[in-house]
């Protein structure tokens, strides 16, 4: 390939924010653990076909959201962002992707989860169209200027469930068949915690999303006060861990999951010392997105060693 078909590979790579996607590749593996955990194996292929399908739908809804942003202005607008985690990926901004790519880009990928859900659907019952539907409804729905999820001011809820409770739910019943109690109590402290990723990234767009009509709940409430809110979730995956290591069907160590919990002292730190203040605020950014990783990948720990 000539050096100029590797720049442009390279240009849609860096469009995918590819550094955001072990999201939800860690809540398909908490899912999978939990199966495994309940019934003693699983069936690989599927695990890895939901893990694609989830992969595409969420890197479809990171590059919509670029080209919403686009059109909505917010990304042109944006003067305060901090790379990587919020300001979106700039390539068009920079003129180094056109916002007519982008789109068609991100419709395609959405198309590839459709299709990864299609196929897992003649593999285990048309149940998975659910899942797989309110999949693309959060993906397609999240970016649209004005009157999308984070517009309406649902983006963080819709956002939470998208990369906790669903693919979580959707992978224990590709494989094993049903949604067990256990499944919505391991989802929710993963739930808040990727709500509270998504929080605290608006708070450098918040003046320009602000601008364009994105009111998002950092817009409505201002920054001093989302500080609040950001600390409070913070502290509110905590207690849904706990319950869910009361549960009888769950074992007791994964109270060990708390234990990078640490790192929302110094992120609740910074939120209320910086919440004005956007360069200052990025180590935050950067510890609650370790946090959430590091919270899930103990819990699938745990799971799969019990």
Same mark, same amino acid.
């Given at each position: 390939m000539r050096p100029a078909g590797w720049r442009t590979l390279g240009l849609y790579w860096r469009e995918l924010r590819a550094p955001f996607l072990p999201a939800s590749g860690l809540a398909v593996c908490l899912g999978a653990s939990l199966v495994k955990y309940r019934t003693g194996g699983?069936?690989? *292929? @599927?695990?890895? $076909?939901?893990? /694609?399908? =989830?992969?595409?739908l969420h890197a479809g809804a990171n590059v919509l959201n670029d080209y919403g942003d686009h059109r909505g202005g917010s990304d042109a607008a944006?003067?305060?962002?901090?790379? *990587? /985690?919020?300001?979106?990926?700039?390539?068009?901004? !920079?003129?180094?992707?056109? *916002?007519?790519?982008? @789109? =068609?880009?991100?419709? =395609?990928?959405?198309?590839?989860?459709?299709?990864?859900?299609?196929?897992? $659907?003649? !593999?285990?019952?048309?149940? =998975?169209?659910?899942f797989a539907a309110a999949g693309l409804v959060a993906g397609l729905g999240y970016s649209v200027p004005r009157f999308g999820w984070a517009a309406l001011g649902a983006g963080e809820i819709v956002t939470g469930l998208a990369f906790g409770l669903l693919p979580v739910a959707g992978t224990c019943y590709v494989l094993g068949g049903t949604v067990p109690p256990e499944a919505i109590l391991l989802a929710l402290p993963v739930t808040v915690l990727i709500a509270a990723v998504l929080f605290i990234n608006q708070f450098q767009d918040s003046a320009a999303d602000a601008a364009v009509g994105k009111r998002h709940w950092v817009v409505r409430l201002g920054r001093r006060r989302s500080a609040r809110v950001y600390v409070a979730l913070l502290v509110l995956w905590m207690p849904l861990l706990?319950?869910?290591?009361?549960?009888?069907?769950?074992?007791?160590? @994964?109270?060990?999951?708390?234990a990078p919990g640490i790192l929302a002292v110094p992120a609740a730190r910074l939120a209320r010392r910086h919440y004005d203040h956007p360069a200052e605020l990025a180590p935050a950014n950067r510890l609650t997105i370790a946090l959430h990783h590091l919270v899930t990948a103990a819990l699938c720990a745990i799971l799969l060693l019990s």
């Amino acid at each position: 390939m000539r050096p100029a078909g590797w720049r442009t590979l390279g240009l849609y790579w860096r469009e995918l924010r590819a550094p955001f996607l072990p999201a939800s590749g860690l809540a398909v593996c908490l899912g999978a653990s939990l199966v495994k955990y309940r019934t003693g194996g699983w069936d690989w *292929p @599927l695990v890895l $076909a939901c893990l /694609f399908g =989830v992969g595409a739908l969420h890197a479809g809804a990171n590059v919509l959201n670029d080209y919403g942003d686009h059109r909505g202005g917010s990304d042109a607008a944006n003067t305060t962002f901090v790379r *990587p /985690f919020t300001g979106g990926s700039r390539l068009i901004q !920079q003129g180094l992707l056109r *916002p007519g790519a982008v @789109l =068609v880009y991100g419709l =395609v990928l959405l198309g590839i989860g459709a299709v990864a859900g299609l196929w897992l $659907a003649s !593999q285990r019952g048309p149940g =998975v169209l659910l899942f797989a539907a309110a999949g693309l409804v959060a993906g397609l729905g999240y970016s649209v200027p004005r009157f999308g999820w984070a517009a309406l001011g649902a983006g963080e809820i819709v956002t939470g469930l998208a990369f906790g409770l669903l693919p979580v739910a959707g992978t224990c019943y590709v494989l094993g068949g049903t949604v067990p109690p256990e499944a919505i109590l391991l989802a929710l402290p993963v739930t808040v915690l990727i709500a509270a990723v998504l929080f605290i990234n608006q708070f450098q767009d918040s003046a320009a999303d602000a601008a364009v009509g994105k009111r998002h709940w950092v817009v409505r409430l201002g920054r001093r006060r989302s500080a609040r809110v950001y600390v409070a979730l913070l502290v509110l995956w905590m207690p849904l861990l706990l319950a869910g290591t009361a549960w009888r069907g769950l074992p007791g160590a @994964l109270g060990w999951a708390l234990a990078p919990g640490i790192l929302a002292v110094p992120a609740a730190r910074l939120a209320r010392r910086h919440y004005d203040h956007p360069a200052e605020l990025a180590p935050a950014n950067r510890l609650t997105i370790a946090l959430h990783h590091l919270v899930t990948a103990a819990l699938c720990a745990i799971l799969l060693l019990s």
